[in-house]
């Protein structure tokens, strides 16, 4: 994802800074921010970023986009999951923000968290569609441990218990335009095995036979998927 970044393969980071159009100046906490995709763009205009960030890995990741944006600002971090934060030691924040962070055990109290943290409006994006991975979890699941994939609620789910809580949200869809890519197969057969922690030599085959009948050569010489899927941008008033 860093590499991603950093190449400007990400193309609809550029689409949902333009939706989230958050003022220079505003406070903002971004809730599962990952390597600063948001934080780090959103604290270079002068916002007042915190982030809730349970990944190590990925607070460093945070720090060396920011260096490498050149981004001076401080970037506060709450390093914890967005379900064991507690809504009482919570500050208010101008803007909420969830970027294709809602692997929650429970959906309606991750809801009614941004809704309490937030002073003016909440944003979440989220998927339409089963992305790419979740098909190809969904299509070798059952092969590499013996038991079915449960795939995750998507948008509607979302939009629906909004809409349950009372409030009426806003949604739009748009394409994912996102460029990963591999330089080879081995590389992509790599990367699932350990996102689906399948790394014998028997489930090693099983990936590599799927994703070598389904990747394509990108304009970029790397091998991709064709479709990356559509992406649901859900925001409302406080």
């Known amino acids: 994802m860093m590499q991603n970044l950093k190449s400007g393969g990400m193309g609809r980071v550029t689409d949902q800074l333009a939706a989230l159009g958050i003022p220079p100046g505003s406070s903002v906490l971004d809730i599962g921010a990952g390597p600063g995709t948001f934080a780090v763009p959103l604290a270079g205009t002068g916002c007042q970023v915190t982030v809730v960030e349970p ?3 990925m607070i460093l ?3 060396q986009y920011r260096q490498f944006r050149n981004v001076n600002a401080q970037i506060d971090v709450i390093p914890a999951a967005w379900e064991d934060v507690d809504k009482k030691s919570l500050g208010k924040y101008d803007y909420v ?3 294709f962070a809602l692997s929650v ?3 309606k109290e991750a809801l009614e968290k941004m809704q309490h943290a937030a002073k003016k ?3 979440i994006f ?3 569609n089963e992305p790419v991975w979740d ?3 969904g299509k070798l699941w059952e092969s590499l441990h013996g038991e079915k994939y449960g795939a ?3 948008a509607d789910v979302v939009w629906n218990c909004l809409y349950q809580m009372g409030i009426y949200a806003d949604i739009s869809v748009y394409p994912m335009k996102d460029e990963r890519g591999y330089p080879d197969l081995t590389s992509a057969v790599d990367d699932y095995a350990d996102r689906m922690d399948a790394h014998d030599k028997r489930q090693k085959a099983i990936i590599g036979e799927y994703l070598n009948t389904v990747l394509v050569r990108g304009e970029n010489g790397n091998l991709r998927f064709p479709e990356e899927g559509l992406y649901a941008h859900i925001s409302w008033k406080v």
Request: proline share 12%; net charge negative.
């Open 126 to 128: 989220w998927f339409m």
């Open 55 to 57: 990944s190590q890995p």
């Open 97 to 99: 923000i969830s970027s």
């Open 61 to 63: 990741a945070m720090d």
């Open 135 to 137: 098909v190809t979890y």
């Open 121 to 123: 409006e909440v944003h």
């Open 152 to 154: 995750k609620p998507k």
């Open 105 to 107: 055990p429970d959906l």
